[in-house]
């Protein structure tokens, strides 16, 4: 079964640059969750969706963070425009449904470095 | 809202020796309790959850943790450890009426030879 895949990998833009990263999650799940992990800290949740509509964003920075999970698979999270706190990695998981009981399966992320 | 400490931000441990991760957690509802590890370069993955019944949950690679609702806590524990389980560790926990994952600040498992 094929896992959680995140592109780039990598990426290092400029304050004031916009960016954007890509999820693909596990077939058949239904949630797909973004989150944010600064170093020294644990993951925390940006964006919770259930198929294609949004269950959970109020720790999004919607001034300049957004993101969409069109047709209920593939999801983008864009940030425009970055700042130098941005900088951290970008996790994307995936579960079966949304019950706290569902197991979370994660990418590996993406790295943003600002500068 | 719920919350977790890890008390240790390191730990050191000799290859083959035992070793025990410690996680609080903080709720005024009924919770779920997690332990990922993250390997360098690599995702998030599962090792254990607790979500009801038996208070102690084996999980994988040799690790097991125990729930104890009275003292709020959830350690994560190993008879001896390999090389290979030198990763970050992070506790998290989830509510019953909720659905959203959180996660300490992790604690950094340092294994060496």
């Known amino acids: 079964e094929a896992g959680v895949a995140q592109s780039p990998r990598y990426k290092i833009i400029e304050k004031r640059q916009s960016v954007a990263f890509w999820c693909n999650p596990i077939s058949g799940h239904a949630t797909l969750y973004w989150y944010q992990q600064i170093l020294g800290q644990g993951p925390k949740l940006l964006i919770q969706?259930?198929?294609?509509?949004?269950?959970?964003d109020s720790q999004l920075p919607k001034d300049r963070f957004s993101a969409e999970r069109l047709k209920g698979v593939d999801s983008t999270l864009k940030i425009q425009p970055a700042k130098l706190e941005d900088s951290a990695v970008y996790l994307c998981a995936s579960s079966l449904d949304s019950a706290s009981t569902d197991t979370q399966y994660f990418g590996p992320g993406t790295r943003l470095t600002v500068l | 809202a719920q919350s977790v400490t890890q008390l240790d931000s390191q730990v050191p441990v000799f290859e083959e020796a035992p070793v025990e991760l410690r996680c609080n957690y903080s709720s005024s509802v009924s919770v779920y309790l997690f332990w990922y590890v993250q390997y360098p370069n690599q995702g998030l993955q599962l090792l254990l959850k607790y979500l009801s019944g038996s208070t102690l949950v084996k999980g994988i690679n040799g690790f097991e943790a125990e729930f104890n609702k009275s003292q709020t806590s959830f350690h994560l524990r190993k008879p001896s450890v390999h090389i290979s389980d030198t990763a970050e560790y992070f506790c998290?926990?989830?509510?019953?009426?909720?659905?959203?994952?959180?996660f300490g600040k992790g604690t950094s498992l340092l294994v060496t030879p």
């Open positions: 969706f259930q198929n294609n509509g949004v269950v959970d």
């Open positions: 998290a926990v989830a509510s019953n009426s909720g659905y959203a994952l959180n």
